[in-house]
T-cell receptor, first 112, second 117 residues
Framework: SQELEQSPQSLIVQEGKNLTINCTSS?????LYWYKQKYGEGLIFLMM?????EEKSHEKITAKLDEKKQQSSLHITASQPSHAGIYLC????????????FGTGTRLKVLA | EAEVAQSPRYKITEKSQAVAFWCDPI?????LYWYRQILGQGPELLVQ????????DSQLPKDRFSAERLKGVDSTLKIQPAELGDSAMYLC???????????????FGEGSRLTVL
């Protein structure tokens, strides 16, 4: 989606390393969602951020929404092979009704 | 645990043939979404239903694609005729409500992978 841009497109890290994935919107976000997708499967919800400056953590994954609510980052600490997959940010945009769209995705590979 | 059911899981078809995908959302979820995901890209919203009504189908190629959710429960996405470029994963998702205050998370099915030869 052009409304949500993710970077990098792909990432290869050594096990134990930290990494960050970014999601940028051209519009103010009312909320931002992070999902993880294993190859060939559906998406699994990770966390939701709604307030500017909000930060949430789940196990070794931390996500933050900036104060302007136009950018979010996902940070993985001490990466493990189980973190491998595609990370997608999603948001609802209003165009008369609310459309739920996704970013371009970041493919993560963790080398053991 | 309640799940979104999709079928078939895999479909191989020849171009110009018709193909249909079925989705049964989590019970009580008013909003149902169909996405198309091409390999290496993020999911693209094709159609979004609120109960039985289409609330957005702006990206649905209406000359060949159709979607319905007649009783506001399960849904069918059809492609006729299929083209080579339709090869993709078709994902169905549901949520409790589409209004922003209640959108919350989307629950996804396992997807239907289509290969058009």
């Amino acid at each position: 989606s052009q409304e949500l841009e993710q970077s990098p497109q792909s990432l290869i890290v050594q096990e134990g390393k930290n990494l960050t994935i970014n999601c940028t919107s051209s519009k103010t976000l009312y909320g931002l969602y992070w999902y993880k997708q294993k190859y060939g499967e559906g998406l699994i919800f990770l966390m939701m951020l709604q307030k500017g400056g909000e930060e949430k953590s789940h196990e070794k994954i931390t996500a933050k929404l900036d104060e302007k609510k136009q950018q979010s980052s996902l940070h993985i600490t001490a990466s493990q092979p189980s973190h491998a997959g595609i990370y997608l940010c999603g948001a609802a945009f209003s165009s008369g009704t609310y459309k739920y769209i996704f970013g371009t995705g970041t493919r993560l590979k963790v080398l053991a | 645990e309640a799940e979104v059911a999709q079928s078939p899981r895999y479909k191989i078809t020849e171009k110009s043939q018709a193909v249909a995908f079925w989705c049964d959302p989590i019970s009580g979820h008013a909003t149902l979404y169909w996405y198309r995901q091409i390999l290496g890209q993020g999911p693209e919203l094709l159609v979004q239903f609120q109960d039985e009504s289409v609330v957005d189908d702006s990206q649905l190629p209406k000359d060949r694609f159709s979607a319905e959710r007649l009783k506001g429960v399960d849904s069918t996405l059809k492609i006729q005729p299929a083209e080579l470029g339709d090869s993709a994963m078709y994902l169905c998702a549901s949520s409790f409500d589409a209004s922003w205050q209640n959108t919350g998370e989307l629950f996804f099915g396992e997807g239907s992978r289509l290969t058009v030869l």
